[in-house]
């Protein structure tokens, strides 16, 4: 899509492979830092009956004319939330369905990924809906939050467990008659930087 003198959208291009992404939605985009023209594509789980892995992100590029991405990254798990490395071009990370974080090399042979966390309790839980790399370039981390109330920092050269998290809770006095309280996990969606600031969208 572009914009038109007149302030209007008008259609320009479109990305789609019968292969990959047929009876698919797309679950996240992103744009690269710094190569306008690349963008990044996350789609949700394969059909049952299909042969490709549910975990799927294609890069794709306004130069290629042609109905195929750039490269294609796979993993087990449905793909939630996608992004580039702003301080790493070649680095691509995925959080997924099942609360693992999942990095891609595009120098790799193999569609697999070259790092994911494990399954435990040591980070997320639940589906990772939104990430993001900030730092500088010579100290920088990973931050990722899930519908399981925590907000993650992650090194990533070393997915093994998160270098930090934060459990978030809503606390709640039922009553002033009955003043106990009880607390409920906070569900993020979404985050965002500005300034060293982080925003995050709790449900």
Request: hydrophobic share 40%.
């Given at each position: 899509?572009?914009t038109?003198?007149?302030?209007?959208?008008?259609?320009?291009?479109?990305?789609?492979?019968?292969?990959?992404c047929?009876?698919?939605?797309?679950?996240?985009v992103?744009?690269?830092?710094?190569?306008?023209?690349?963008?990044?594509?996350?789609y949700?789980?394969?059909?049952?009956?299909?042969?490709?892995?549910?975990?799927?992100?294609?890069?794709?590029?306004?130069?290629?004319?042609?109905?195929?991405?750039?490269?294609?990254?796979?993993?087990?798990s449905?793909?939630?939330?996608?992004?580039?490395?702003?301080?790493?071009s070649?680095?691509?990370?995925?959080?997924t369905?099942?609360?693992?974080?999942?990095?891609?090399?595009?120098?790799?042979?193999?569609?697999?990924?070259?790092?994911?966390?494990?399954?435990?309790?040591?980070?997320?839980?639940?589906?990772?809906?939104?990430?993001?790399?900030?730092g500088?370039?010579?100290a920088?981390?990973?931050?990722?939050?899930?519908?399981?109330?925590?907000?993650?920092?992650?090194r990533?050269?070393d997915?093994r467990?998160p270098v930090e998290v934060d459990?978030?809770?809503?606390?709640?006095c039922?009553?002033?008659?009955?003043?106990?309280?009880?607390?409920?996990?906070?569900?993020?969606?979404?985050?965002?930087?500005?300034?060293?600031?982080?925003?995050?969208?709790?449900?």
């Amino acid at each position: 899509m572009k914009t038109s003198k007149d302030g209007e959208v008008v259609f320009q291009v479109e990305f789609y492979s019968d292969r990959y992404c047929k009876h698919r939605s797309i679950t996240d985009v992103a744009f690269h830092p710094t190569r306008p023209e690349l963008l990044l594509a996350s789609y949700s789980e394969a059909e049952a009956g299909n042969t490709e892995s549910n975990g799927l992100v294609l890069l794709w590029s306004l130069q290629n004319t042609l109905e195929r991405p750039e490269f294609v990254f796979t993993c087990q798990s449905q793909v939630c939330s996608a992004a580039f490395s702003p301080f790493d071009s070649r680095i691509v990370i995925g959080g997924t369905y099942c609360g693992q974080i999942i990095i891609w090399d595009v120098r790799s042979k193999t569609s697999s990924p070259v790092l994911q966390s494990p399954l435990s309790n040591a980070g997320h839980t639940h589906p990772v809906y939104s990430l993001a790399v900030v730092g500088t370039q010579h100290a920088h981390n990973l931050v990722s939050v899930s519908t399981d109330g925590r907000m993650c920092a992650w090194r990533l050269d070393d997915l093994r467990q998160p270098v930090e998290v934060d459990h978030f809770y809503l606390f709640i006095c039922k009553s002033f008659t009955n003043p106990g309280i009880r607390w409920l996990f906070i569900f993020f969606l979404c985050l965002s930087f500005m300034s060293d600031v982080a925003f995050a969208s709790p449900c």
